[in-house]
Structure formats: structure tokens, C-alpha cells
Nanobody, 116 residues
């Protein structure tokens, strides 16, 4: 059993910042990749950013330069620092973890709302 718990969502004005955190119930180093996805009303869930076990990161073009993904293996957490937020960033954000040949795991989601 793997549990992922997101926190840090909320309401922020355009141009503001939020920091999301995902706490895993086991060592994050056991996963091949972890990342953040988001889903806005009426839209498909999309990848925001991910990080592989080596530490290499990947970002969606829409957030590149504004969002930063980091990990803290001692705390079994990955975080998403979101700066210069735009109304288009409004969505439910989900933490994801993948272990090949084992499964893909999801958190419950946390709401991010950016007002114009």
C-alpha cells in the first residue's frame, strides 16, 4: 500500500506564489519517477512536472520558468514551488508516483485557484 498526500493548495491572486507538497508513505527513492499533474474543469489531466530517480526534472512548456520541482528524500516528500501564478493555472493538482512493474499511485488532489 502506497499513500500520497498533497497539501499547500489554496486561493491566490495572479502573480502570487504557492508551494505544494506531496508526502509519500515510503521512501521516494523507491519510485522510478514522481510528478505533479493538474486537471481543470472540462479539461483532461495534464502533466505539470516530473522528476526521475536520478534527479532530472521535466516541465510542461506552460509552466517552465515559473514552477520548480524538488525532492526531500529525508522527509519522503516532493514539492512544487509555483511562482508568477496565472488564472490558467487554476486546477486540482495531483501527486503521482510510478514504480515500473508495480504500479502508478495518485494522491487525493489539492485545489489551486488563481484569481485574476
Amino acid at each position: 500500500q502506497v499513500q500520497l498526500v498533497e497539501s499547500g493548495g489554496g486561493l491566490v491572486q495572479a502573480g502570487g506564489s504557492l508551494r505544494l507538497s506531496c508526502a509519500a508513505s515510503r521512501s521516494i527513492l523507491s519510485f522510478n519517477a514522481m510528478g505533479w499533474y493538474r486537471q481543470a474543469p472540462g479539461k483532461q489531466r495534464e502533466l505539470v512536472a516530473d522528476i526521475i530517480s536520478s534527479g532530472n526534472t521535466n516541465y510542461a512548456d506552460s509552466v517552465k520558468g515559473r514552477f520548480t520541482l524538488s525532492r526531500d528524500s529525508a522527509k519522503n516528500t516532493v514539492s512544487l514551488q509555483m511562482n508568477s501564478l496565472k488564472p490558467e493555472d487554476t486546477a486540482v493538482y495531483y501527486c503521482n508516483a510510478i514504480k515500473v512493474l508495480e504500479g502508478s499511485y495518485w494522491g487525493q488532489g489539492t485545489q489551486v485557484t488563481v484569481s485574476s
